[in-house]
T-cell receptor, first 114, second 115 residues
Framework: QKEVEQNSGPLSVPEGAIASLNCTYS??????FFWYRQYSGKSPELIMS????GDKEDGRFTAQLNKASQYVSLLIRDSQPSDSATYLC??????????????FGTGTRLTIIP | ETGVTQSPTHLIKTRGQQVTLRCSSQ?????VSWYQQALGQGPQFIFQ???????GRGNFPPRFSGLQFPNYSSELNVNALELDDSALYLC??????????????FGPGTRLTVL
């Protein structure tokens, strides 16, 4: 079982619709969860972080975390063509020294159709 | 505020050679992490440096080594290059480790091709 799993896609969503991206993780003691956006040929860009169960909203983006189900998701409302990218889910196990690595999924490729 | 910078942007080497990649952390950050991203994969953690000491290492062989300098910039050295080392090498900077909400911000990366 992979430590962090994402559907690789591609996921195609019409412009203006809601895009829903999902991620599951295997390590129950994971504490911190991040979503990065990566355009083709570029480096990952942090768009959301979430640490507690529930929803966290930032503009058109909403991150959702359910630690009991070991599940984290990202919703993008009013999808725009500029949202077309690969979305990487990353998990950090702990917050103590020596345990700061991010473990990434393979990413979900999202295409917004005009 | 200055973001994370990396050099060089692209690099072509042959098998068996050695390479050094460089990273300058974002202003206010004293921790640097290095990741390797193969095509179509998520980034894989190589190691992290804090206060010039290695603070965690991933499953990479000893020929991957690093340094951090007093100004918090960092180097990644790879010896005896193999074809599978061809990848995008990413540097991420963050504040001091030890907090749950410690976020990592990536530089533009160095694309290494080994022939």
């Amino acid at each position: 079982q992979k430590e962090v799993e994402q559907n690789s896609g591609p996921l195609s969503v019409p412009e203006g619709a809601i895009a829903s991206l999902n991620c599951t993780y295997s390590d129950r003691v994971s504490q911190s969860f991040f979503w990065y956006r990566q355009y083709s040929g570029k480096s990952p860009e942090l768009i959301m972080s979430i640490y507690s169960n529930g929803d966290k909203e930032d503009g058109r983006f909403t991150a959702q975390l359910n630690k009991a189900s070991q599940y984290v998701s990202l919703l993008i409302r009013d999808s725009q063509p500029s949202d077309s990218a690969t979305y990487l889910c990353a998990v950090k196990r702990g917050s103590n020294f020596g345990n700061e690595k991010l473990t990434f999924g393979t990413g979900t490729r999202l295409t917004i159709i005009p | 505020e200055t973001g994370v910078t990396q050099s060089p942007t692209h690099l072509i080497k042959t098998r068996g050679q050695q390479v050094t990649l460089r990273c300058s952390s974002q202003s206010g950050h004293n921790t640097v992490s290095w990741y390797q991203q193969a095509l179509g994969q998520g980034p894989q953690f190589i190691f992290q440096y804090y206060r010039e000491e290695e603070n965690g290492r991933g499953n990479f062989p000893p020929r991957f080594s690093g340094l951090q300098f007093p100004n918090y910039s960092s180097e990644l050295n790879v010896n005896a290059l193999e074809l599978d080392d061809s990848a995008l090498y990413l540097c991420a900077s963050s504040p001091s480790p030890g907090t749950r909400d410690n976020e990592q911000f990536f530089g533009p990366g160095t694309r290494l091709t080994v022939l």
